[in-house]
Nanobody
Framework: QVQLMESGGGLVQAGGSLRLSCAAS????????MGWFRRVPGKEREFVAA????????YYHDSVKGRFTISRDNARNAVNLQMNSVKPGDTGVYYC??????????????????WGRGTQVTVAK
């Protein structure tokens, strides 16, 4: 059974930093894209960042470019999200996701088959 487990969420002051991690089990995703999505209050779940097999295939939502950094740890079958200069608008539940197919890096929810249960991030003013 494939499981994605997020960790690292919590409360942070605006302007601060937080690091999310997601460890996968039950399957290796080194050849598949992994990404992060979030559901902020009052909105649908949205794309945050995704990374393919290597750093040449990284995508970010415009709202997090220059502040968030996605990285992979293939030895741990994991993906991380370093969040810097966080804003109150970054508050939400952050979900880790992994694609089933290979060859491209998706930025849409429907392109991802496996999902974590989410971790809450709250940015205080």
């Amino acid at each position: 059974q494939v499981q994605l487990m997020e960790s690292g969420g919590g409360l942070v002051q605006a302007g601060g930093s937080l690091r999310l991690s997601c460890a996968a089990s039950g399957r290796t995703f080194t050849e598949n894209a992994m990404g992060w999505f979030r559901r902020v209050p009052g909105k649908e779940r949205e794309f945050v960042a995704a990374m393919g097999q290597n750093e040449g295939s990284i995508y970010y939502h415009d709202s997090v470019k220059g502040r968030f950094t996605i990285s992979r740890d293939n030895a741990r079958n994991a993906v991380n999200l370093q969040m810097n200069s966080v804003k109150p608008g970054d508050t939400g539940v952050y979900y880790c996701a992994a694609m089933d197919g290979t060859g491209y890096t998706g930025v849409l929810e429907v392109q991802y088959r496996y999902w974590g249960r989410g971790t809450q991030v709250t940015v205080a003013k």
